[in-house]
């Protein structure tokens, strides 16, 4: 296993007028699993692509357990990729397509190949399909194959790309915690990327969040979602996603009054609090964040807000309330919280799950 070092990576194409990775730097530890996550065309596969050397960086530096990778052939580095679209070879069996790699990139016998499929096969529970052609198997045994071939190959570093995006929900589900019972078991370094924020949540000992080719945060995946750096991470995290009023700021007395710029909101912080957590308020125009979950239905709750309920969306054990404070202003609560659409309600939610976000440059200035 090994410790990756990203320095000042960049991707430019078309001779420069879009930069996909713009300057991304990056630690990973040895035996670390880093999710990297962010929207459509935020440079993720890009990244990865330039880790596997399928992609020749503009500029920048990578460092694989401690060599000097940037120029390296692909085929050179000890580095396996897992697709999306599986990528196996489909004339070639099961066993054919796991010992294929094997025989390329190692100087192991016949007969230690064969074991090491062996090995690999009955970890990964594909014993029974070794003799069979790809297009007999289905998607989530098809993944199991690409993972068995990726894991045979003992490389330094596994690269995995949207892994599990052509397979349906319960699937996906099990081929996740295959996949952290494998980095478990072998203590793998990983760079998975996903646009999915759950599974990067779920997956991840440390996520990585980018946008626009350039690195937005990393982090714990409860500190990220705790202590988002800026409105982009904080809305990109949770599901629902956070809550954004805008909101114009100024201090009155021992407090600071927050009042909405687009309807009736209003909520006080306490100027101990703001004082403890707030960097330096410069400006008053702010972006106040809360997450759905952290909103209750609380009739004369200290800073309670009244608004009205637009729609009651049943989810099972829970029910999201839209409520009528912004654009889409969404409260999680109990199923048992029976409201319905016209209802009046008083809701609340503590100062310290409040964010505030400077309008201008979206940083988290509490
Ligand atoms: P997705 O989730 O949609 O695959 P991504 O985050 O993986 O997106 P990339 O595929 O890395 O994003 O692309 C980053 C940016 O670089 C995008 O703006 C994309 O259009 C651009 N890009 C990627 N490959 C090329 C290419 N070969 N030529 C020109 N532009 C490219």
């Given at each position: 296993?090994?410790?990756?070092?990203?320095?000042?990576?960049?991707?430019?194409?078309?001779?420069?007028?879009?930069?996909?990775?713009?300057?991304?730097?990056?630690?990973?530890?040895?035996?670390?699993?880093?999710?990297?996550?962010?929207?459509?065309?935020?440079?993720?596969?890009?990244?990865?692509?330039?880790?596997?050397?399928?992609?020749?960086?503009?500029?920048?530096?990578?460092?694989?357990?401690?060599?000097?990778?940037?120029?390296?052939?692909?085929?050179?580095?000890?580095?396996?990729?897992?697709?999306?679209?599986?990528?196996?070879?489909?004339?070639?069996?099961?066993?054919?397509?796991?010992?294929?790699?094997?025989?390329?990139?190692?100087?192991?016998?016949?007969?230690?190949?064969?074991?090491?499929?062996?090995?690999?096969?009955?970890?990964?529970?594909i014993e029974e399909l070794l003799e069979d052609k790809p297009d007999e198997l289905s998607?989530?045994?098809?993944?199991?194959?690409?993972?068995?071939?990726?894991?045979?190959?003992?490389?330094?570093?596994?690269?995995?790309?949207?892994?599990?995006?052509?397979?349906?929900?319960?699937?996906?589900?099990?081929?996740?915690?295959?996949?952290?019972?494998?980095?478990?078991?072998?203590?793998?370094?990983?760079?998975?990327?996903?646009?999915?924020?759950?599974?990067?949540?779920?997956?991840?000992?440390?996520?990585?969040?980018?946008?626009?080719?350039?690195?937005?945060?990393?982090?714990?995946?409860?500190?990220?979602?705790?202590?988002?750096?800026?409105?982009?991470?904080?809305?990109?995290?949770?599901?629902?996603?956070?809550?954004?009023?805008?909101?114009?700021?100024?201090?009155?007395?021992?407090?600071?009054?927050?009042?909405?710029?687009?309807?009736?909101?209003?909520?006080?912080?306490?100027?101990?609090?703001?004082?403890?957590?707030?960097?330096?308020?410069?400006?008053s125009r702010y972006t106040l964040g809360v997450r759905p979950e952290n909103v209750t239905?609380?009739?004369?709750?200290?800073?309670?807000?009244?608004?009205?309920?637009?729609?009651?969306?049943?989810?099972?054990?829970?029910?999201?309330?839209?409520?009528?404070?912004?654009?889409?202003?969404?409260?999680?609560?109990?199923?048992?919280?029976?409201?319905?659409?016209?209802?009046?309600?008083?809701?609340?939610?503590?100062?310290?799950?409040?964010?505030?976000?400077?309008?201008?440059?979206?940083?988290?200035?509490?």
């Amino acid at each position: 296993m090994a410790r990756v070092t990203v320095d000042e990576l960049r991707k430019e194409y078309d001779t420069g007028s879009v930069v996909a990775v713009n300057d991304l730097s990056l630690e990973i530890e040895d035996g670390e699993f880093v999710t990297v996550v962010g929207p459509s065309g935020c440079g993720k596969t890009t990244t990865l692509r330039m880790l596997a050397g399928l992609e020749e960086p503009t500029g920048g530096r990578i460092e694989i357990g401690g060599e000097d990778v940037t120029d390296v052939h692909a085929k050179n580095r000890d580095v396996a990729m897992v697709f999306q679209n599986y990528a196996l070879y489909p004339h070639k069996t099961v066993f054919e397509n796991m010992e294929f790699g094997l025989r390329m990139s190692t100087d192991l016998s016949e007969a230690e190949r064969e074991a090491r499929v062996a090995e690999t096969a009955e970890m990964m529970d594909i014993e029974e399909l070794l003799e069979d052609k790809p297009d007999e198997l289905s998607g989530g045994q098809k993944q199991r194959v690409a993972l068995g071939r990726a894991i045979v190959r003992e490389p330094d570093l596994f690269l995995f790309d949207e892994p599990l995006s052509n397979l349906d929900a319960k699937l996906r589900t099990t081929m996740r915690a295959e996949i952290q019972r494998l980095q478990n078991e072998l203590g793998i370094t990983a760079v998975y990327v996903t646009h999915d924020q759950h599974e990067a949540m779920t997956m991840g000992d440390r996520i990585v969040i980018l946008d626009g080719g350039e690195l937005q945060q990393q982090g714990r995946p409860t500190d990220v979602y705790e202590r988002p750096v800026n409105g982009f991470v904080g809305g990109f995290i949770g599901s629902p996603s956070m809550n954004f009023v805008d909101v114009d700021v100024e201090p009155d007395g021992d407090r600071l009054h927050l009042t909405g710029r687009d309807g009736e909101f209003a909520y006080d912080l306490s100027g101990a609090y703001v004082d403890r957590h707030a960097d330096d308020l410069e400006s008053s125009r702010y972006t106040l964040g809360v997450r759905p979950e952290n909103v209750t239905v609380a009739d004369g709750a200290a800073n309670a807000i009244a608004t009205t309920v637009d729609v009651v969306e049943p989810v099972g054990s829970d029910n999201f309330l839209h409520l009528g404070l912004s654009d889409e202003f969404i409260a999680r609560v109990d199923s048992d919280v029976r409201l319905e659409p016209g209802d009046r309600v008083t809701i609340a939610f503590d100062e310290s799950d409040v964010h505030l976000f400077d309008a201008e440059t979206g940083r988290n200035v509490l």
